[in-house]
């Protein structure tokens, strides 16, 4: 019946559904408890009956978001795509900047601060992070081809490895790393421990993933190489690991981004990168909220440059898909 209405009547459902958006939003935003302060200071002579009506204001508020969230929605319909996207980019970006301002901050203090925040602490995460990724690279592909191996020994120490680093904390593993190793004799300093807990963790993760995409080369690409007569070695630099990248990038990037937050937590032990300075820096003046947005804010734009290498690999290794 429903369906026979919504095909009868198109336009005056869609209408209809419309309407039905705008007062689930109106409802949620009023139950979320939205202010109507808002209705005050952009209508000063409302300011008294805000006051005394605060349900009905409240109400009338969370309708007007609504109604404003619809014609933003109806104009952005109405451009290209890209633009859709930009659009919608700079309008999220002005809101969370509007919520950073809300809190009252000393752009001051953050702008004395930054500074010395990016030559030391950028620094140092970029440089933990990039020996990391590299480091777990290799031992993802070597954890990989083991637990692909017929060899017994070989495939019980892939799974203890990957079972093992992918069961405990990553936290756990630098405190294990940095104050266990020295009980053995072994004395590792605060970046090394880092760096040897981060590769350690996300090869164990980064393993399973070039495993799944080696798997994914169909057997065929196998056995003609060996027909034209090139070594197993070959077969999988040449032919198998060429294929599998285009399946193995997108989840390895992911992995990346995540290894380059989680190098916070290497702050621990003292090193200081973003995280650390942050936290230091914003006790100096009671000052943590802004020192932890512009940490915040400095790991967000790490991590779209990161998005943005990943894209442009993925496009590279796309072309031969498209092949």
Not at 50 to 73: E, F, G, K
Not at 104 to 124: E, M, P, W
Request: charged letters at 10%; proline letters at 3%.
């Amino acid at each position: 019946m429903l369906a026979r209405l919504i095909l009868t009547y198109p336009d005056a459902a869609r209408r209809l559904g419309v309407a039905l958006i705008i007062l689930v939003i109106t409802l949620g935003l009023f139950l979320l408890g939205v202010s109507s302060s808002w209705l005050g200071y952009l209508l000063p002579s409302s300011a008294s009956w805000v006051t005394d009506n605060p349900v009905v204001s409240r109400l009338l508020s969370s309708l007007l978001i609504a109604l404003i969230l619809a014609a933003n929605w109806t104009l952005l319909r109405l451009l290209p795509r890209r633009y859709q996207t930009i659009g919608v980019w700079i309008e999220l970006f002005v809101l969370l900047m509007l919520f950073f301002y809300s809190f009252n901050l000393s752009f001051t203090f953050i702008a004395k601060k930054i500074g010395f925040l990016i030559t030391q602490g950028v620094t140092t995460t970029l440089f933990i992070s990039a020996i990391s990724i590299a480091v777990a690279t290799v031992i993802a592909l070597a954890g990989a081809i083991a637990k692909l191996s017929r060899n017994g020994v070989i495939y019980g120490l892939a799974t203890f490895y990957t079972s093992l680093f992918r069961g405990l904390p990553l936290l756990m593993q630098i405190y294990i790393i940095y104050l266990g190793l020295p009980q053995v004799g072994y004395v590792i300093g605060a970046i090394p421990a880092g760096i040897l807990a981060l590769s350690l963790c996300y090869g164990a993760y980064m393993t399973e993933i070039f495993r799944a995409g080696i798997e994914s080369i169909d057997r065929g690409q196998s056995e003609a190489s060996t027909a034209l007569g090139l070594k197993p070695g070959q077969t999988m630099a040449l032919v198998i690991l060429p294929q599998a990248m285009r399946i193995i990038i997108p989840p390895t990037g992911n992995q990346f981004i995540a290894m380059l937050k989680d190098s916070s937590l290497v702050s621990v032990v003292g090193v200081w990168e973003i995280m650390y300075l942050a936290r230091t820096m914003g006790q100096t003046e009671f000052r943590h909220i802004e020192m932890l947005i512009t940490a915040s804010m400095i790991y967000w734009l790490l991590s779209i440059g990161l998005e943005y290498a990943q894209s442009r690999i993925e496009a590279r290794f796309g072309r031969f898909n498209v092949r």
